[in-house]
């Protein structure tokens, strides 16, 4: 009767306790991040796996490395990959990558042996049908080179160049991706 | 009270009470979603409702305009007319029971002697609409809920009402207004210290009868989805749940008329010390919800019967002899 | 066709209350006693956690008979391997099982290694060892807070996504990703750790230690948890063994087996842990054994941390998508989050695998659900459910 009695008053002070830890997160400071107000960490964002991306050209970055080698069109588990090669050298002519169907495993960015492809960190993709998200990607690496260039057009001297050139793989190095 | 005693102001009276107590469930409702809400979000260290309205308070609004909006659904082969009748009737019955209950000192709608039993009587018609509910939607879960609902609101209406009759014993009155007016201005002349033993259990069974958790079986959401109103949709859905927090109101000043004093308070009495003392008592519900799991159906049935009854008894008992023997 | 409405549009219904459901409700439903009730619990309800569907057979409020119906989330990942270079089925491994990817990972990854004779490097293996206990750690932390969820207390779950949280974004450092976690290739890991990979892991693992006591006082020592789980959902060793359990299950009925010790793989034979045994064979032994495991697995985690060598993280040459697996057969197996992952894979030379063939813990598991929950209440039969820590995509694969 009395261990009985006993026991029943030891749950309500576990119970107690359980208030205690509630009570004291009341007014703990919280953790939610206000998405359109703040965002995440870039730094925690640089081995995050977006879309697909073309990197820049070393010399004119507005020029994809792709020497279409289908490589990755080959080893990608979804298929998501189409690259026509052009008519100028070796640079495609159409470089389309369908997003709704890659799995982000990353065999194309491993595969390539001219480091062509990365990951890029768009977090805040939206599209709103499925047609969007079937990327060409030469259009887009055009536009990202327009809209942030990192260095003058190619025809001033290339010494200027290359140490900017180096901006991107840097950044593709810190990614840890191989 | 005799019906030849209600006069035309009473009447009048009676009638502008009954508007500003709808008034009060309604804001009540808004009020207690958002805090609610806002709680249990400081509890999990998130913000609640944060995009509507200044710091959210909007949200509530806006979830109650959703419901209106929504699409009454009514499944096949259900009792049309009792699928209907359950909401209505859990919300109604709340009604009357606010009129009983002293806000100020002035503001009591319904002076009626024996306030605390039309409050205790009325209370039971929420099981009924409880049950309806579950019984007419046609649906497993529905009747499992309103099974539990009615055996676990049976059971524990017992030490609720022996937990209050211990301050009636003490007070020597069933008059609302005479408990609070028995009781004094400060905390610890209040009957929380002379009935410590009834406020425990009267604080239980509050939680058990407007069915939170963690006594919340008949609508226990990992068990049976969503018990007793799975079926309900739309307005259905939302006089249900107008009803529980006008519910959970309707204890929480039951338990500040009787274990708080009331409208009384260190200073400047009025219906204000009436309103923090119940909405005090809501958030420590609302903090309970947040922190604890369910427990199981024959545990609930155990707490009641082999730790709360015979307690209850015992304490009615004490305070009766001490009431008899010592005097008050 | 005279009794034709849309709910029975073939018209089968002889007479009402003879045929009841689909076809395993109206097969489950012939053995019905007189007095009960057949109760479909999913495949669209709150603890079942994802598209399990379980028929129960309820008198009043007791479970009677159940009966757990599958293939609600089969998506042929068995055969998808016959169709997929090896290498490309490596992302379905994250997929089988969504919260325990690194095990998959580690388990196919081996397999393939095994056949071909691939040795890992030594920082590659404590890589792996890191992520597989990481992984672990997470997926007990989800399972933690849907159980108790299931027991009705909502705010756990949010204190144990709080800290996975940060584990997800530990190991995002790695793997890319949060989830469908594709970490392991033929011969390493995809990528190398970083200085604030390892950072992270450090400032967690102490983090972690100081939240598993929040966790003991807000949820273990809780009496109305504990009396909700102690005593309920027996399963003993006998009965383990036979329905062929593993994992926290197992352990909790009293059989020392854990395949990191049994069967050591990998670089597990080097740390110092121990393998959480209970044997109350009840469900507040299993909620024991994983909330010890996660204690255990920073024990792990602390110790590979401070020992990890410089290197490499894949060996030379490592195989190309391309790479075809050598003809022959090998089975691994891997202590996942919830029991023995095992991988056998069947080559015949060609592009793809001939067969492979995925054991996951879970479906083993589920089995013992039907006897386990007969005779206890609903609300008992929902919390070993619960207790089995079931994720329905690995199940169903």
Redesign the interface.
């Known amino acids: 009767m009395i261990t009985a009695i006993w026991d029943q008053l030891?749950?309500?002070y576990?119970?107690i306790?359980?208030m205690?830890?509630?009570g004291r997160?009341f007014f703990a400071p919280q953790?939610t991040v206000h998405y359109p107000r703040k965002v995440v960490d870039p730094?925690?964002l640089?081995?995050?796996?977006g879309p697909l991306e073309l990197t820049r050209g070393k010399d004119d970055e507005s020029r994809t490395r792709c020497i279409s080698c289908q490589?990755c069109a080959?080893?990608?588990?979804g298929n998501c990959i189409k690259v026509v090669k052009g008519t100028e050298g070796k640079l495609p002519s159409t470089w389309v990558y369908d997003f709704s169907l890659c799995?982000?495993?990353?065999?194309c960015v491993?595969?390539c042996p001219a480091s062509a492809i990365d990951?890029s960190h768009r977090l805040y993709l939206v599209v709103t049908s499925r047609e969007e998200l079937v990327m060409d990607l030469l259009a887009d690496l055009k536009e990202r080179v327009a809209a942030n260039p990192l260095k003058p057009a190619p025809d001033v001297p290339a010494a200027a160049g290359q140490k900017a050139a180096d901006a991107p793989s840097a950044g593709a190095a810190?990614?840890?991706?191989? | 009270m005799e019906l030849s005693n209600i006069s035309i102001s009473g009447l009048i009276i009676l009638v502008i009470a009954c508007l500003l107590v709808i008034a009060l469930m309604v804001v009540n409702a808004i009020v207690m979603v958002y805090a609610e809400r806002k709680g249990?979000g400081f509890?999990?260290?998130?913000p609640g409702p944060y995009e509507v309205g200044p710091w959210g308070t909007l949200q509530p609004v806006v979830d109650s305009m959703k419901l209106l909006g929504k699409q009454i659904f009514v499944p096949?082969n259900v009792d049309f007319f009792l699928f209907f009748a359950a909401p209505v009737l859990a919300f109604f019955p709340v009604l009357l029971l606010f009129l009983p209950i002293p806000f100020g000192p002035f503001l009591t709608a319904l002076k009626v002697p024996d306030g605390i039993v039309l409050i205790l009587a009325f209370a039971g018609f929420g099981l009924l609409a409880n049950l309806l509910a579950g019984y007419a939607s046609n649906n497993?879960?529905g009747v499992?809920g309103a099974g539990r609902a009615v055996s676990q609101g049976v059971a524990y209406e017992i030490p609720m009402i022996l937990a209050l009759l211990a301050v009636v014993f003490q007070t020597g009155s069933m008059n609302l207004s005479e408990i609070v007016e028995a009781q004094g201005r400060w905390p610890w002349s209040w009957n929380i210290l002379c009935q410590p033993l009834a406020f425990f259990i009267y604080l239980v069974t509050l939680v058990a009868e407007t069915n939170r958790?963690?006594f919340?079986l008949p609508e226990?959401?990992?068990?049976l989805?969503a018990g007793f109103h799975t079926e309900y949709s739309g307005m259905g859905f939302a006089l249900f749940f107008l009803a529980e927090y006008a519910n959970m109101l309707l204890v929480s000043f039951v338990c500040a008329t009787f274990f708080l004093g009331g409208y009384k308070g260190p200073v400047l009495d009025g219906f204000w010390w009436t309103f923090i003392k119940a909405y005090l008592v809501m958030m420590f519900i609302v903090w309970i919800r947040?922190?604890?799991?369910?427990?199981?159906?024959?545990?609930l049935l155990n707490i009641n019967w082999k730790w709360l009854l015979p307690l209850s008894i015992l304490n009615l008992w004490i305070t009766a002899v001490v009431v008899n023997f010592i005097g008050k | 066709m005279s009794n034709f409405s849309f709910?029975n549009p073939f018209g089968v219904l002889d007479e009402p209350g003879t045929y009841m459901g689909d076809f395993y409700s109206h097969n489950f439903s012939k053995k019905a006693k007189e007095g009960t009730?057949i109760?479909n619990l999913g495949p669209q309800?709150?603890?079942t956690h994802g598209v399990l569907r379980v028929l129960v057979e309820?008198y009043g409020?007791y479970v009677m008979r159940s009966e757990p119906v599958l293939g609600y989330l089969h998506r042929s990942h068995e055969k998808m391997a016959e169709h997929?270079?090896a290498?490309?089925?490596?992302?379905?491994m994250g997929?089988v099982d969504y919260l325990n990817a690194i095990g998959w990972n580690w388990a196919y990854a081996a397999s393939c290694e095994q056949l071909a004779g691939i040795q890992v490097p030594e920082r590659a293996e404590y890589l792996r060892v890191i992520s597989a206990e990481l992984n672990r750690i997470s997926s007990h932390l989800v399972w933690w807070g849907a159980f108790?969820?299931?027991?009705?207390?909502?705010?756990p779950i949010?204190?144990a996504f709080?800290d996975r949280?940060d584990l997800c974004?530990i190991l995002?450092?790695?793997?890319?990703?949060r989830l469908?976690m594709?970490y392991f290739?033929f011969g390493g890991v995809?990528?190398?750790?970083?200085e604030?990979?390892f950072r992270l892991i450090r400032e967690f693992i102490p983090r972690m230690r100081e939240r598993l006591k929040?966790y003991r006082?807000?949820?273990t020592?809780?009496?109305?948890?504990?009396?909700?789980l102690e005593g309920i959902g027996s399963m003993d060793a006998d009965m383990c063994l036979r329905y062929g359990a593993t994992g926290p299950i197992l352990r909790a009925a009293g059989v020392r087996r854990d395949v990191r010790k049994a069967i050591p793989y990998g670089i597990y034979d080097r740390f110092d842990y121990e393998i959480p045994v209970a044997d109350r064979c009840d469900n507040f032994g299993r909620y024991w054994v994983r909330v010890e495991e996660i204690e255990q697995s920073l024990r792990i985690v602390e110790q590979a941390v401070a020992q990890i060598p410089e290197g490499k993280h894949?060996v030379d040459k490592a195989p190309?998508?391309?790479w075809k697996i050598p003809a022959g057969e090998s089975v691994f197996s891997v202590e996942g989050a919830r029991g023995e992952i095992s991988v056998h894979v069947i080559s015949d030379g060609g592009k793809s695998p001939y067969r492979v063939k995925l054991r996951a813990p879970g479906f083993s598991n589920l089995a013992l659900f039907a006897e386990a929950a007969e005779g206890t209440?609903?609300?008992?039969a929902?919390a070993t459910l619960g207790s089995l820590d079931l994720v329905i995509p690995e199940i169903d694969r």
């Not at chain 3, 290498?87 to 379905?92: A, K, Q």
């Open positions: 030891k749950g309500l576990s119970l306790v359980g205690i830890v509630t997160y953790k730094e925690d640089a081995a995050y796996r490589m080959k080893g990608c588990p799995c982000l495993c990353g065999a491993e595969v990951f810190k990614n840890g991706e191989v | 249990a509890i999990q260290r998130r096949s497993k879960y499992l958790a963690p919340d226990g959401e990992s068990e989805t947040w922190t604890f799991p369910r427990v199981r159906f024959d545990q | 709910l009730v109760l309800h709150p603890s309820l409020e997929k270079t290498y490309g089925f490596l992302p379905n997929r108790v969820l299931d027991l009705g207390a909502f705010t949010l204190y709080d949280e974004d995002q450092r790695v793997t890319g990703s469908t594709n290739r995809g990528a190398d750790g970083d604030r990979f929040m006082a807000l949820v020592d809780n009496v109305i948890l504990r009396r909700r894949i190309k998508p391309a209440l609903l609300a008992d929902i």
